[in-house]
């Protein structure tokens, strides 16, 4: 006996919303003078910092919206997207014009993380 069920429109947008969020990791965060960073360049300098949570919290929503598991999927699209707040207060702290060098990953990211968080329902 199989069991057919039918993906809902929140789970399709929570896993797009997800995988997008871990596909931005090799998007480019920062450009600056011509040089550009993805989060993936970071993690590869320096493992231990706060970009590879942000990494981890959002496989971890991807991994839990796939096995329907909502509130937990909601929880990490959650972290993410409060580390990317952060991670934008911090930049305007540093002063200038924090929109001139950030790059479209770092949207993706933040407006995926929106997204996860919102659509992260139970059906």
């Known amino acids: 006996m199989t069991t057919n069920k039918i993906m809902t429109t929140n789970k399709k947008i929570t896993l797009g919303a997800t995988a997008a969020m871990v596909l931005s990791v090799f998007l480019p965060y920062m450009t600056f ?3 550009s960073a993805s989060l993936f360049d970071i993690i590869m300098l ?3 910092t706060r970009v590879t949570l942000v990494l981890l919290f959002a496989i971890g929503a991807l991994v839990t919206a ?3 598991k909502a509130k937990i999927s909601r ?3 959650g972290v993410v997207l409060a580390m990317m707040l952060y991670a ?3 930049l305007f702290g540093a002063g200038g014009s924090v ?3 950030i790059g479209f990953g770092f949207y993706i990211t933040l407006i995926a993380s929106i997204f996860g ?3 992260s329902k139970d059906d």
């Open 33 to 35: 003078m011509g040089q």
């Open 46 to 48: 320096e493992p231990a």
């Open 66 to 68: 796939f096995l329907d």
């Open 75 to 77: 929880i990490c699209s």
């Open 88 to 90: 934008l207060y911090e």
């Open 99 to 101: 929109f001139d060098f």
């Open 117 to 119: 968080v919102v659509f």
